[in-house]
């Protein structure tokens, strides 16, 4: 990578699964990773700390669930819960991005591409990570 370039990874979080991509900062695009299983209700730190000594991130993005009309549920209050944890265990900079109907583009994506549903939490991940990184460089 060139000078200046930095690698991210976002989460699409959910209390039974979470999507997890990376991205970079030059090309401003994201690539769907995997998809993590909750373990007895929390979320599978073992492997999120693996991803991140593999990817070495400058910051993280956590998709936040809003209402359609901007408003916050409980999803919400979890996904800013999972970021403020993230902080505290990676001690990396953690991001939101309203991911308002990233799972509906990212079943989108799959079917145009044949593929199932099983791949939808990466990739909305992935989308949410590619509308951050656009909204990063459009600032």
Do not use: C, Y
């Not at 959910?14 to 695009?29: D, E, L, N, P, Y």
């Not at 599978?44 to 000594?53: F, M, N, S």
């Not at 109907?101 to 909305?124: C, I, M, N, P």
């Amino acid at each position: 990578m060139s000078a200046g370039a930095e690698t991210f990874l976002g989460f699409d979080f959910g209390t039974r699964r979470i999507g997890v991509a990376v991205g970079q900062s030059v090309s401003g695009t994201a690539s769907a990773l995997l998809t993590l299983h909750a373990r007895a209700n929390k979320p599978d730190w073992e492997t999120i700390a693996r991803l991140i000594e593999q990817w070495r991130p400058a910051a993280l993005v956590v998709g936040l669930p809003l209402n359609m009309d901007g408003s916050e549920n409980d999803l919400t209050r979890r996904s800013r819960r999972f970021g403020r944890q993230l902080q505290e265990r990676f001690r990396l900079p953690v991001h939101t991005m309203d991911e308002r109907l990233s799972s509906v583009a990212a079943e989108q994506r799959l079917a145009e591409q044949g593929r199932g549903r099983q791949a939808v939490d990466e990739v909305a991940a992935q989308i949410i990570l590619e509308d951050w990184l656009q909204q990063r460089g459009a600032q």
